[in-house]
């Protein structure tokens, strides 16, 4: 067969060099024009990871067996030479940017396969990748770049489950360095400074948010990094995609849970979802807890959590037993009640009895109040020594209001937390006892710093609630007017261990009632107006722009088939019942849309197949659209 | 009668005594009622001698059961107390100490470190006899590590803190519950029973068809409320908030909303959709919905907005306002604003509220229709501006709201619940097909559940793929239930194969409690011997093992530590007895242990109840109060998941499941 010449773009020799020509036949398969082309260049190096990149065509000559005419490769090929894996960019959830190589030569999916692998991240199907389309570079300060990680060292494995030292996958164990890099991943990140907060873009209606899928554009799953037109070094942003959570296990999934939990609590601080003022409290609330446990119990996985619950099981048993032992502490303390009249008053087992003096405190008590299942709630103004308690007790005829007024921030610390948990039936001798004292004392400590304080700092004395809020609370509410409602519901968080708090954190998000939509502007055939398709793990929904109202809800489960007319960018939807949708697409590529609705469909077959393998063809097949075929 | 009077009083002044020894431990139900003065103890039932007088034939079998196991719980205690305690000698049985002489209280804790050794090992010893003679093995013998010393001393305080946390009072009413047919029963309920375990007691006094829909519902006349308790909650507690005059009842009787949600989910969480597609909905999509907002990560409250009537504070009118379920709370849309979120005012959340259905609220409060419910705090028994009144336009509105309101409130349990109730159902279905063939001790079939045909409402079980089909627990998972002997309607039954249990089973009459006298072996059954006041150290509190364990010598001693979680003690009394055989029975204690650390109970287990006995408790355990404390007045037979566990409960149960763990890891 002829010989011809075929030039070929080395990366590794430099931008500027000249493509190197070697002389093939047609006949050649693609591993010998490999072959030649190193043995050509004189370098000794590992070109395992190297492929083929035809330019023109926009794709990787992988198949190593096909011959240059099987691809169709003629002389006028611009083909390039490179490794498959390249350093990239990643922005995680929690706002940490990484280097690290990933490959820019398999489809997005299994990209996404490999970072998550390297990062410890099950479940993989989850997560994809974003495109920050405009990177705006008019601030200033970005001069300041973020510190990025670099785990471009990390040796490339396709080893499905890494092995893990110490709860960590091996790599991230080999140095103090990078074990660093990994608890700044498995744990969650102090909360950000209010300005930040408020610094960053927020949607302020359904069709901001249907936008953002025309500001960050998810990639193709089954197109490849370079044919999406992301180069080396670019920065991409790893985010969970498909609300479906599955299968979530504290054990293993530290990085898991700890980067949902990121980008959920980003969600509610930026007003990506929706919720209510009591609801944000509370969100407020788990942020101040969970940020407070995180940096006090830096090694979750470490030690044998069995003995540590004994441990701390025993620990109570102590402060249970003298508890008893000293046969139902009291507090002594002298109070008033409203209308400045001073008592002696008493706390016994839940109750609170009064007397006239301390003298008389042995005999009957004026008045004995039970604080089970009565409500507590401050009265506190530190800056004017105002340290009210006040209860809302429950009688048969109603709820009686009383106020009790302490003298100071130690005594008002010690009764408001005996009346907190008296109201949960719990006494004095309770092992969260000291516990509740030290939370009601940091948040009296955050109310004196707030009026002055302007930014957070990591110690948790001094967190400004601001940082717990999104944007919209920071123009209602003081900080020291935040303060008594965060830990108003603090009270009910105060107790869970990080992991629960975090699983408190994701249990209410998850119940909010716009959870997991995406949203797209879309056109509905045979209508003239935009309206906006809500995108969720179980539904479509269709809503009216003009009133925000949910017009139509279309469940998956009911789908019989769906088609997308890629020629005029059309989706079809057949429902059972003969109810048949189409829309065309505003705001993202229809390609997206299928994506995101065949991905949700593959999420909900995987609880039916017990294997812990991916069922990567079914997903390419319900998501791919026309490139799979 | 007469006779019967007059033990009675004999029993309640032994009673009296014993608890008077143990200074004011527990309170004794008589005392309920006439003695207890302050606010919060005031009990809606007429006092307990007249509810004795009441009684029938048959309630009062029952109650002398339970009275006996109260009586035995109290010298069990006792027991308990002389053994680890001799050295305060107040605390003599027959020697009452001034009543609110606490004074075992210090000193445990003093002992326990100081005389860690060997003498602790016999406390911990979970043998039921002779446990001081036999004699401590390793830690004794072998000069004990420093570690070990440690291990023991740790073991030391666990046992006495499971002491002091059993002495907690134990509070218990005598309940008469309203028929259907207007009849009553009487119940003793005490503090740690749930309503589950409560309804069980029912569905044998009543030998009713035991399907999910029965209730225990209590009344308020006053008010015209009525609420439905949900299963695992506790009973006792809103008794105890009735007033002392109060006219509220407590009434048996089967309510289809109960449930209704876990039937027919698409009529709560697709209520938009057209009447015809809710009712031709497929199973398989009924399924789905129930797995996607009860089986996920979170639990899903129905989305529901809607226009309801308000009644204005203090005012008669009612107004009208768009009201939004969210799973925090239920909101309204204040005047002007849009129904997003972050506008949305808070009207009440579910912590200190309890759902109730308000009866006749037209004439009442004129109220636009009788659809009405009501958010109050349990403890309000009396109109008061703290009631929040709502009304619906129809009784399908209603109950969407209502049930809309439990799921927010109770989340999982709801379909915890509903679980156990259906397989309680089944059960009593399969029990009463059974053939001769299928004993009680037989291992439970996996197929009993699938195949019960008459449930409620033609809720057919489904055969649920997927995940959910471990959820409902395909059989019965822990076998408690077959074990048991069921609801004994069939009198044909008794097989041959373990007479005794037979015996039990086709006994027709409730106090099965009192069986257990015929039979041969129980060492210490706490149930057939009444007072003798100080028994001999070898009543071991109620750590003792099931009764017909081998008695295994504690040979990993501290290890071994809490082999039956202390709940058997308590239920195993009132199983069946094992059977005869000692070859085939249980294995040692370690078994359960692993059983209940997580792994996946052992496929067929022999049929002796108490290994998987752990599983069970622990079930309960896990999500919702405490459970494992269980003293006597077990009801007779059913009881699984032993709810409840006064105070200490919670952490008792937490306390368990460490120490399982840690034995499991070593």
């Known amino acids: 067969m002829a010989a011809w010449d075929l030039s070929v773009t080395v990366e590794d020799l430099g931008l500027d060099a000249p493509p190197v020509t070697i002389s093939v036949a047609s006949d050649l398969h693609i591993g010998g024009v490999i072959l030649k082309l190193v043995e050509k260049t004189q370098i000794k190096q590992d070109w395992s990871d190297h492929a083929l990149w035809w330019e023109q065509k926009q794709r990787w000559l992988l198949r190593t067996a096909w011959t240059l005419e099987k691809y169709g490769i003629h002389a006028d090929a611009k083909l390039v030479f490179m490794p498959q ?236 037993m003298e508890g008893e032992g000293s046969s139902a502490s009291d507090l002594p303390k002298r109070l008033t009640l409203k209308g400045y009249k001073q008592y002696w008053f008493k706390f016994q087992d839940t109750s609170i009895s009064y007397f006239k003096s301390k003298e008389e405190s042995i005999g009957e008590p004026i008045q004995m109040i039970n604080l089970k299942g009565c409500e ?123 992991t629960d708090a975090l699983m408190r954190f994701l249990q209410i998000w998850q119940a909010l009632p716009d959870f997991g939509l995406a949203y797209v502007v879309v056109r509905f055939k045979g209508s003239r107006k935009d309206e906006v398709l809500g995108i969720a793990p179980n539904r479509l929904i269709r809503i009216d722009l003009s009133v925000g109202d949910v017009v139509k809800t279309w469940r998956y489960n009911n789908m019989k088939q769906w088609n997308v007319n890629w020629d005029i960018r059309q989706m079809a939807i057949e429902f059972e019942g003969n109810v048949n949708i189409a829309f065309s697409c505003v705001t993202a590529d229809c390609k997206i849309v299928h994506e995101f609705i065949g991905g949700y469909i593959f999420m909900s077959t995987r609880s039916r197949e017990k294997s812990e393998t991916l069922n990567e063809e079914l997903f390419h097949k319900l998501t791919g659209g026309h490139e799979a075929l | 009668m007469d006779d019967i009077d007059a033990m009675f009083s004999a029993m309640l002044g032994e009673m009296d005594l014993l608890t008077q020894s143990l200074g004011e431990e527990t309170v004794p139900p008589e005392a309920l009622s006439n003695t207890k003065k302050e606010v919060n103890y005031s009990i809606g039932f007429t006092d307990l001698n007249e509810s004795l007088h009441e009684l029938e034939g048959n309630d009062l079998d029952a109650l002398m059961a339970d009275l006996m196991a109260d009586l035995n719980a109290t010298e069990e205690k006792l027991a308990t107390e002389i053994e680890c305690l001799k050295a305060p000698s107040a605390s003599q049985p027959d020697f009452p100490p001034p009543p609110k002489g606490l004074s075992i209280e210090p000193a445990p804790s003093h002992i326990s470190p100081s005389s860690a050794g060997s003498r602790s090992s016999n406390v911990s010893t979970p043998v039921p006899s002779a446990a001081s003679s036999l004699a401590p093995p390793p830690p004794s013998g072998a000069k004990p590590t420093t570690e070990e010393i440690e291990a023991q001393m740790k073991a030391d305080k666990i046992k006495l803190a499971l002491e002091k946390l059993k002495e907690a009072k134990v509070k218990k009413l005598v309940v008469k519950v309203l028929m259907n047919d207007g009849s009553s029963k009487t119940l003793m309920v005490d503090e740690r029973q749930n309503v589950r375990e409560v309804l069980d007691n029912m569905f044998e006094k009543s030998h009713c068809d035991c399907n999910v829909n029965w209730s225990i519902c209590e009344t308020n006349p006053e008010l015209q409320l009525e609420r439905a308790f949900e299963d695992h909650e506790n009973l006792v507690d809103p008794l105890s908030a009735w007033t002392r005059d109060s006219e509220n009842k407590v009434l048996f009787q089967e309510r289809p909303e109960k449930y209704e949600v876990f039937k027919n989910p698409q009529n709560f969480y697709l209520w938009k959709k057209d009447k015809t597609t809710l009712r031709d909905m497929k199973d398989k999509d009924k399924e789905l919905l129930i797995q996607e907002n009860f089986c996920g990560t979170s639990i899903i409250v129905p989305d529901l907005e809607g226009v309801l009537h308000l009644r204005e504070d203090g005012k008669k009118s009612w107004k009208q306002r768009l009201f939004q379920l969210r799973a925090s709370g239920i909101y309204y849309v204040p005047k002007g604003k849009t129904k997003s979120s972050r506008d949305l005012v808070c009207f009440v959340q579910f912590d200190n509220v309890n759902v109730y259905y308000g009866k006749d609220f037209k004439s009442k409060y004129k109220a636009p229709t009788d659809f009405c419910f009501v958010l109050k705090h349990p403890q309000i028994q009396k109109e008061s501006q703290y009631i929040k009144y709502l009304c619906c336009d129809d009784i399908w509105t209603m109950n969407l709201w209502v049930t809309g309101i439990r799921i927010a409130k109770y989340g999982a349990s709801l379909y915890e619940n509903f679980k156990t109730a259906e397989i309680k159902a089944s059960n009593s279905v399969w029990t009463n097909r059974s053939t001769p063939s299928s004993s009680n001790q037989s291992t439970p079939s996996p197929t009993v559940k699938a195949k019960s045909p008459n449930q409620a409402n033609g809720h057919a079980t489904k055969p649920q793929p997927g995940p959910i089909s471990q959820n409902p627990a395909p059989p019965p998972p822990p076998p408690l239930a077959e074990v048991l002997p069921p609801p004994p309607p069939d009198p044909v039954l008794p097989p041959p194969p373990p007479p005794m249990a037979a015996k039990t089973a086709s006994k027709p009459t409730p106090p099965k409690r009192n069986q257990p006298n015929n039979f041969p072996p129980p060492p210490l059954d706490m149930d057939n011997l009444p007072p003798p006041p100080p028994p001999p150290p070898t009543d071991d509190h109620l750590e003792a093992p099931p009764d017909f364990l081998p008695p295994p010598p504690p040979a990993t001693g501290f290890n071994s530590l809490p082999p039956p979680p202390p709940s058997f003690g308590g239920v195993d009394h009132s199983l069946p007895p094992p059977p005869p055989d000692p070859v085939s029975l249980p294995p040692p204690p370690p078994d359960p242990v692993f059983v209940a650390s997580g792994a996946p109970p052992p496929p067929p287990p022999p049929p002796p109840p108490p290994p998987a006995a752990p599983v069970a408790t622990l079930r309960p355990a896990v999500r919702t109060s405490g459970s494992l404390k269980k003293v006597p007045p077990a009801p007779p037979k059913r009881t699984a998941p032993t709810q409840g566990g006064g105070g200490g409960g919670d952490f008792m149960s937490e306390l368990m499941l460490a120490m399982r763990k840690k034995h499991a890891d070593q």
């Open chain 1, 85 to 320: 894996h390249k350093p990239l960019r990643l922005g995680l959830p929690n706002g940490i940017t990484l280097r690290l190589r990933v490959c820019f030569s398999n489809p997005v999916f299994q990209t996404v396969m490999g970072i998550c692998r390297m990062l410890n991240i099950r479940h993989p199907e989850e997560l994809s990748l974003l495109r920050p389309i405009e990177e705006k570079k008019k601030k200033k300060d970005k001069n300041l770049a973020p510190e990025i990680y670099d785990l471009t060292e990390v040796p490339l494995s396709s080893v499905s489950r890494p092995c893990l030292y110490n709860g960590m996958p091996a790599h991230f164990a080999d140095s103090p360095e990078m074990e660093a890099i990994y608890k700044m991943l498995s744990v969650s990140q102090p909360p950000p400074a209010p300005e930040v907060i408020a610094k960053q873009y927020r949607p302020a209606s359904v069709v901001d948010k249907a936008h953002i899928n025309g500001r960050y554009v998810w990639l193709d799953s089954s197109r490849c990094l370079l044919q999406q037109g992301i180069q080396e070094s670019d920065k991409l942003w790893l985010r969970f995609k498909y609300y479906a959570t599955y299968d979530m296990d504290s054990k293993y999934d530290a990085v898991r849970l700890t980067q949902l939990y990121e980008q959920a609590r980003w969600a509610i601080l930026l007003e990506d979802i929706d919720c209510t003022e009591e609801e944000m409290m509370l969100f407020g609330a788990l942020q101040y807890h969970i940020s407070k446990v995180a940096q006090s119990e830096p090694q979750i996985m470490s030690n044998n959590p069995a003995m540590d619950d004994l441990d701390s099981a025993l620990q109570s048993l102590e402060v249970k």
């Open chain 1, 376 to 498: 507590v709630a401050p009265d506190v103004n530190v800056a004017a020594q105002k340290f009210l308690i006040r209860l809302l007790i429950p009688a048969p005829e109603g709820m009686n209001e009383v106020y009790l007024r302490c003298e100071n921030e130690q005594q008002y610390a010690q009764w408001m937390a005996g009346c907190r948990l008296g109201s949960k039936g719990k006494t004095l001798a309770d092992s969260s006892f000291q516990s509740e004292i030290q939370s009601i004392r940091s948040f009296l400590a955050m109310q004196k710093t707030n009026s002055s304080s302007s930014s957070a700092n990591a110690s948790e004395e001094s967190i400004n609630t601001h940082s717990l809020v999104s944007p919209r609370y920071h123009k209602k509410y003081k900080p020291k007017q935040l303060t008594p409602r965060i830990l108003d519901a603090y009270q009910n968080v105060a107790q869970l261990s990080l």
